[in-house]
């Protein structure tokens, strides 16, 4: 039985995030086009970093990023690298990773790490950086080099146009197949240089092993948790970044039912619009025993990935018993994001 036929998806619009996502390529192909057809684009290809260097990487790591999220979520999907070209049909993932990661390794080096680009104000982070760039690569090439399911209508070669051969597992299945590319290894290396350079060298991205706050605060919150005080900082207000970041975009208050924090952030008893959060849905659950058993007792990541409470509508924290229910009342653990609350003036 195919999952296709429970009509799982009937009540999403589809194209929606499919759509979204080849607007923001075809902006970025503007971008691209128009710098790359520029009189004095080879000097900036060939001159190291300056604005306009930053500026072509910027666009390039957000055709990327882009391709990326289309192939996490859809596979094998159309792919066009130039401005106002139409795209022929469905081309193969791994195509798309080789080209990207590619053209990425290109406008790296013309690029600034987080914090140094000029005239930009150090503390921002709502940019792509050279910091942010052989970060994705790193992601791309694991994400290229990982088993997937392939269908196999599709031509499989990669972003050369050369055949591909693959380690599978399992046996084909209506035409697909489950496996990873041959030349993972060699995908995992240019991972493995671009993840040291980023190490080596993090521009202004700070990875606490402690907990700057200390043990607790003199209202009795405990803390001691760099995990938690990551999550923290990403909560506060948007002109502030999380100092683990190395690239953050602001969130807004949603103007409607939006999945994200409607539906699969913290849960509410909420619901009037006098209320904060004024949410009173929360679908995304936990089960206990991936929260309880899978987790070292002593592991604090677990602490701020999970939560087993909620709002009880004006702002302070409640208990979720395991009795059934879509609001705080019950059902359960839940997710510990998009927490309303502890924001410095909540949303109401």
Same mark, same amino acid.
């Given at each position: ?9 009937? $009540? ?15 902006? @970025?192909?503007?971008? =691209? ?13 060939? +001159? ?44 193969? *993932? ?6 990207? =990661? ?9 690029? &600034? ?9 150090? @503390?921002?982070?709502? &940019?792509?950086?050279?910091? &942010? ?11 290229? @080099?990982?088993?997937?399911?392939? *269908?196999?209508?599709?031509? *499989? ?18 035409? @697909? ?10 995908? &995992? ?37 760099? $995990? ?33 924090? $409607? ?6 008893? +909420?619901?009037?619009?006098?209320? $904060? ?8 659950? =936990? ?13 604090? *990541?677990?602490?701020?990935? =999970? ?42």
């Amino acid at each position: 039985t195919y999952a296709s036929s429970y009509g799982l998806t009937s $009540y999403l619009k589809e194209n929606d995030i499919y759509a979204s996502l080849y607007a923001v390529v075809s902006k @970025a192909n503007a971008v =691209i086009t128009s710098m790359e057809n520029a009189e004095n684009f080879e000097s900036i290809i060939n +001159g190291g970093q300056s604005e306009m260097g930053q500026m072509y990487g910027e666009a390039v790591a957000m055709r990327a990023t882009a391709y990326r999220e289309l192939c996490k979520n859809f596979g094998d999907v159309p792919y066009v690298g130039v401005y106002g070209v139409v795209p022929k049909g469905l081309v193969s *993932r791994d195509s798309i990773y080789d080209v990207c =990661i590619e053209d990425l390794q290109k406008v790296e080096p013309l690029m &600034y790490t987080i914090g140094s680009i000029p005239g930009i104000a150090a @503390a921002n982070k709502n &940019y792509f950086s050279k910091t &942010y760039v052989q970060a994705l690569i790193g992601r791309m090439c694991l994400d290229a @080099a990982g088993y997937q399911t392939r *269908r196999g209508d599709i031509k *499989r070669v990669n972003g050369k146009g050369e055949s591909m051969t693959f380690e599978t597992k399992g046996k084909e299945n209506n035409g @697909a197949t489950y496996g990873r590319r041959s030349d993972w290894q060699d995908l &995992y290396s240019i991972a493995k240089k671009y993840y040291e350079a980023l190490l080596a060298d993090p521009g202004n991205a700070l990875f606490h092993l402690t907990d700057p706050r200390g043990a607790s605060d003199k209202s009795g919150r405990t803390f001691n948790n760099p $995990y938690q005080y990551f999550f923290e900082q990403m909560h506060m207000d948007d002109a502030i970044y999380a100092d683990e970041s190395i690239y953050e975009y602001p969130m807004q208050q949603g103007g409607g039912n939006d999945g994200r924090p $409607y539906s699969f952030g913290r849960p509410s008893s +909420g619901g009037s619009k006098a209320a $904060y959060p004024c949410k009173s849905y929360g679908q995304g659950r =936990i089960n206990p025993a991936y929260f309880y058993g899978v987790f070292d007792p002593n592991d604090m *990541r677990r602490d701020v990935s =999970i939560t087993m409470t909620g709002s009880n509508g004006k702002g302070v924290e409640k208990l979720i018993p395991f009795v059934p229910n879509s609001k705080a009342e019950g059902g359960g653990l839940t997710l510990n994001k998009w927490d309303e609350n502890r924001q410095a003036n909540p949303w109401v």
